[in-house]
């Protein structure tokens, strides 16, 4: 497979001039027919592959109602693909020539005879036409009807214990609209759901919350946790606790403040602060009191207060507020918007809501950005599952949202998860998530970052967590490292080809693992801090017990949702610096690989064979945890932060270096 193959499937007008198109479960098969039957063109992807009939529970009965969307390829999807790379590549001479969201239509977008064939295909097989924009046409019917239009009945299925609806066969387009057609989804169901990347360690919510360790949205509290954690790295030792690996263990930290991260990161001293630059934080449901606690944070914390009109919410009409996102159902927005504006505190900031009622509503959130040109950054601290559970056609349908960013100057930065190589949760093989996996968003991977005394930059290596418990007796941890708790993702794409901008870079052993035909895209691209034991401190209201009013609380959050609007405010930062968009940043952040513009972290920062561990303690009265742990640092799952370019943590951190890089000469 070629990089230009991993694309989303532009279809071909007649059977006979069928070619390779999406490597992606990849090529467009001509359907046989009868001298009396148009030709058809079957969907790739569109049949799972555990809908197999030794697998099927039922028949879908012809009455029933569902809902379907028919994604538009647009003009030109082979040149929108080149274009986005021509754009977005230092040295090319289109690099940094952006369309406005006009443009792009004009250029890229459905024409007008396109949406009429395919409303017409649709309509005439008895569909329903709920809704037309400028990236799809939803439809609703019988299965009858749903039949008729794609060529297959549905069926259920037994997969997992569950039971899930697919295509009987592949899903079938007729050939004389086929060149309108990106992608069909909607037919077939799937466990993929939005999911955020934020984790705590093993530590209790307030008084009256029942704790749930690494929960989304949990936190440590900070009021209940002074006792036994570290305003620096080192500050504090566990003098009360047994000794590991020779030594008494200092506490972990109580949470970063916003000076620390800004002076370990270079972005203290720069004079830069994002001005002019729009980020967008998409996220999971919406908090009502997200303006006054930010506010609150930033009073609290020497942080500029929004200015007015400098932060917006964008809400779906009918959203529901939480989502059911965790325990704190607001950390994971209150922790993006306060990571984000420490980094760049004069950047405006657009808050993106996504409902949760299906896998497309965090895409109609994207998609709403690139439409309006909301932002030139993108930060999304979730993921949808990992990329084999991606349900095949909706991977083309956000593939052409990110090229359409990029060709408007837009850049998208995806957490990289925080299950390692994933195999704690499947016991398989490891595996990535998407879509920080895509090769067309920044995969942000996450590190375990120790502040000096001094508040500066002392050292950095892979967040993977393992933790040892306190032995019964008080005397001693149970078996050192003891089991993983969590740590960064990243990995090897079983999907996408090597792009361009990681040639030459990735080491051949992570981008061509053993059995791999070609080079695959490999995540992360660039990190930063993300263990919740050297983790951020945040603010936000919460209710203390379900029928409680909201108090305004501080604690220590961490995972790759801290590193992802971290690197999302730097990156405004350096925006500001150039003087223009960055757009789609890989190719710029490869092209300064190698050079003092990054932290190489590995896991050993310490010297070869010193392991860093550390202590968490009790977390004080009320707060519900009843024993302490010894944290291993740096054992995340298969992965390991090497010497260059790694699979944990990418090129590696900023350093002040970084924003320089960017000034205008």
């Known amino acids: 497979m070629r990089q230009t193959a991993i694309k989303h499937r ?8 069928l070619g390779s198109v999406l490597a992606l479960a990849a090529g467009v098969a001509a359907v046989p027919a009868d001298a009396a039957t148009p030709p058809r063109l079957a969907v790739a992807g569109s049949h799972p592959s555990w809908a197999s009939p030794a697998a099927a ?39 940094g020539r952006y369309l406005t969201p006009a443009q792009y239509q004009q250029r890229f977008g459905p024409s007008a005879a ?36 794609f060529g297959t009945n549905l069926r259920t299925y037994r997969v997992d214990g569950t039971v899930q609806r697919a295509p009987q066969a592949a899903v079938t387009v007729p050939a004389a609209v086929a060149p309108a057609v990106l992608t069909v989804t909607g037919l077939a169901t799937s466990d993929a ?68 991260l800004r002076s370990a990161y270079g972005v203290a001293g720069s004079g830069l602060t994002g001005k002019g630059v729009a980020i967008a934080i998409v996220d999971p449901g919406a908090s009502p009191t997200i303006a006054s606690d930010a506010d609150t944070y930033f009073r609290r914390h020497g942080l500029p207060a929004f200015r007015p009109g400098q932060f917006t919410q964008y809400l779906p009409a009918d959203i529901g ?63 949808l599952g990992l990329e084999t559970q991606m349900p095949a056609g909706l991977i083309p349908a956000f593939e052409q949202v990110f090229e359409q960013g990029a060709v408007e100057g837009i850049g998208f930065y995806f957490s990289s998860g925080d299950h390692g190589d994933w195999t704690p949760a499947t016991g398989g093989a490891p595996a990535v998530q998407y879509p920080g996996i ?37 005397t001693s941890w149970t078996t050192l490292p003891g089991a993983f708790y969590g740590g960064a993702g990243g990995g090897t794409s079983t999907l996408f080809a090597q792009p361009f901008y990681q040639r030459g870079v990735v080491p051949a052993a992570l981008g061509r693992p053993a059995g791999a035909a070609q080079p695959m895209r490999v995540m992360p691209d660039i990190a930063a801090d993300a263990d919740p034991s050297t983790g951020m401190l945040i603010g936000l209201s919460q209710a203390p017990t379900p029928t409680s009013p909201p108090v305004y609380t501080e604690g220590t959050a961490g995972g790759t949702s801290v590193a992802t609007p971290l690197i999302a405010g730097i990156q405004a930062d350096a925006e500001q610096a150039l003087g223009r968009p960055i757009g789609f940043a890989d190719p710029a952040i490869y092209a300064r690989y190698g050079t003092r513009v990054y932290h190489d972290v590995t896991d050993d920062p310490l010297g070869p064979g010193v392991t860093i ?40 951190s900023p350093t002040a270096a970084y924003l320089r890089s960017y000034r205008r000469r």
Do not use: K
């Open 10 to 17: 532009h279809w071909l007008a007649a059977a006979a001039a």
């Open 57 to 95: 529970v039922n028949q879908v009965p012809a009455d029933t109602t569902l809902s379907a969307r028919v994604y538009l390829a647009g003009r030109d999807p082979a040149g929108l693909a080149a274009y986005a790379r021509q754009v977005s590549e230092p040295g090319s001479a289109s690099y």
């Open 114 to 149: 396109q949406v009429s064939a395919v409303r017409t295909w649709l309509t005439g097989t008895g569909l329903r036409v709920t809704t037309v924009t400028s990236h799809y046409v939803g439809v609703s019917g019988t299965e009858a009807a749903v039949a008729a239009a």
């Open 193 to 260: 759901r939005l999911q955020p990347d934020v984790s705590t360690g093993p530590i209790a919510q307030p008084a009256g919350l029942a704790a749930t360790p690494g929960a989304a949205g949990t936190m440590r509290p900070a009021a209940a946790s002074n006792a036994d954690c570290s305003r620096y790295w080192n500050q504090r030792l566990a003098t009360t606790l047994p000794p590991a690996y020779g030594r008494e263990l200092p506490y972990v930290a109580c949470g970063y403040v916003p000076a620390q």
């Open 321 to 383: 507020q939480s989502c059911g996102t965790g325990l704190v159902p607001y950390g994971e927005e209150s922790l993006d918007v306060e990571a984000a504006h420490t980094m760049a505190a004069g950047a405006r900031i657009d808050f993106v809501a996504s409902d949760c009622t299906s896998i497309t509503d965090p895409l109609d959130a994207e998609t709403r950005i690139v439409d309006g040109h909301l932002a030139d950054i993108v930060s999304d601290s979730w993921h």
């Open 438 to 474: 895509d090769p067309w968003v920044t995969s942000v991977g996450g590190t375990s970052l120790a502040v000096s005394a001094r508040g500066g930059y002392e050292w950095e290596t892979a967040w993977g967590t393992d933790l040892a418990p306190l032995a019964a007796d008080g």
């Open 613 to 652: 561990a550390a202590a968490v303690g009790d977390a004080g009265a009320g707060a519900g945890l009843t024993t302490s742990y010894a944290d291993t640092f740096a054992r995340d799952t298969s992965l390991h932060a090497t010497r260059g370019y790694d699979d944990v943590t990418g090129v590696g």
